[in-house]
């Protein structure tokens, strides 16, 4: 099995910066694509960075500039950079891999469970 687990989130004050950290772990063959999610309380979830296994980097409109998305393929961890935080930015933060177990070419989605995170204005 594939495990992802999220780390970083907390309390910051707006304007303030957090470091998301997602690490996967198991049986995992190749990883493709990974991207961050995020839902804040009554509303849909929303895409907020994705990035590639050549690097390409893809963000969602109200984050761009402030977040910034990275990894560690060694490491098979990805990283979210918020900076200049706004209280629209609260909700529980999720990360997505697409990938492979060892020894299979099928490709799958997996999600962490999240980690909150809360801008206080």
């Known amino acids: 099995q594939v495990q992802l687990v999220e780390s970083g989130g907390g309390l910051v004050q707006a304007g303030g910066s957090l470091r998301l950290s997602c690490a996967a772990s198991g049986n995992i063959g190749s990883i493709n694509d990974m991207a961050w999610y995020r839902q804040a309380p009554g509303k849909q979830r929303e895409m907020v960075a994705r990035?590639?296994?050549?690097?390409?980097?893809d963000y969602g409109d109200s984050v761009k500039g402030r977040f910034f998305i990275s990894r560690d393929n060694a490491k098979n961890t990805m990283y979210l950079q918020m900076d200049s935080l706004r209280s629209e930015d609260t909700g529980v933060y999720s990360c997505n891999g697409f990938m492979t177990q060892r020894g299979s070419s099928f490709y799958q989605g997996y999600w962490g469970r999240g980690t909150q995170v809360t801008v206080s204005s």
């Open positions: 990035i590639f296994d050549d690097g390409r980097t």
